[in-house]
DNA sequence: GAAAACCATGGAGCGGCTGCAGGGTCAAGC
DNA sequence: GCTTGACCCTGCAGCCGCTCCATGGTTTTC
């Protein structure tokens, strides 16, 4: 099966799998001999087996340790075990954080009602008088510019 | 005020503050005859903004469609009530999948008890036979292998 | 007067792709 | 035989939001 192939059954993008190859991730297939890439069965598994974990939000070089356990199936466990209790932490780290962004964007959402005015809009108002508090209770600028335009964008 | 007290004040990186000036979120300071650039207050309080917003997870290039407006009060608040949705629609998405995620890699966990052969681990097993389901009902290869070692990495 | 702390610039690197330039290959239709 | 279009190749640049580095100048402190 050529690299299209493989590409519309996994739903992988083209660019993607030669990446993975690149990568080392995906072992390098044979070639036809116009140097098109010749994939086979194990190749669609494997590619599966890297999306479905990715999926799972695995970074690639752990999808690669990953791998490395199901060659060698004689290794100690505790390690995968390790692995995804690693990555649960991080998601639920990030869930977390996510969960009071929701919370401060719905708020903000709320400050402004029908069309005005931006000087009379209840979000920017918000933020600006946020970031004021947050950085510097000191010197007390309310003015509208905060620091004025930059040069050029 | 120098960078480095700019920095110390904010909590935000020296690189970050001359990346953000880069990208023209922050207006270019004066110099002192040295070269070395001075702030000012209105400064402190527009990279306060800033990484409020970033906080908030705002991209950058709308926390300067964010300052554009700030700068241009008269400016229609419908704008800037369409952003902020924006923005809630996504985080929202994106906790939905982290949710699901999370469930799926809590399940994952359980799949693993004790130490063990990794040959003999729910999670591997779990992990693979989910990829083969995913995408391909059709071939049934259950081996091990998935497809063999890449070739170096 | 030396050491440490600070500042400058320009550029590379991270992850995980994505896109593009500039080619080669192959099958179908005229 | 020739064009069109689909497919494939390689290698490299770009995306985001930083972060780090090399290399060199300046200021502060002991």
């Known amino acids: 099966m050529r690299i299209g192939e493989l590409s519309r059954i996994t739903g992988v993008d083209i660019e993607t799998i030669r990446y993975y190859e690149k990568l080392g991730l995906m072992p390098r297939p044979d070639r036809s001999p116009n140097g098109y890439r010749s994939y086979r069965p194990e190749h669609l598994e494997r590619l599966s ?5 990715r999926a799972l939000d695995v970074p690639l070089t752990e999808i690669g340790r990953l791998l490395d356990f199901v060659a060698r199936p004689a290794a100690d466990c505790g390690d995968i075990d390790q692995l995804i209790d690693q990555q649960l ?15 401060q964007l719905a708020a903000l959402r709320t400050r402004c009602g029908r069309p005005h005015d931006a000087a009379a809009c209840g979000i920017l ?8 508090g947050e950085a510097c209770a000191c010197h007390g600028n309310t003015s509208w510019t905060i620091g004025g335009r930059a040069a050029s964008r």
């Open 89 to 103: 932490t991080r998601v639920r780290a990030r869930l977390k954080s996510m969960r009071a962004l929701e919370k």
């Open 125 to 132: 108002q918000e933020l600006v008088a946020a970031a004021q």
């Open 49 to 53: 087996f890297i999306r479905h974990c």
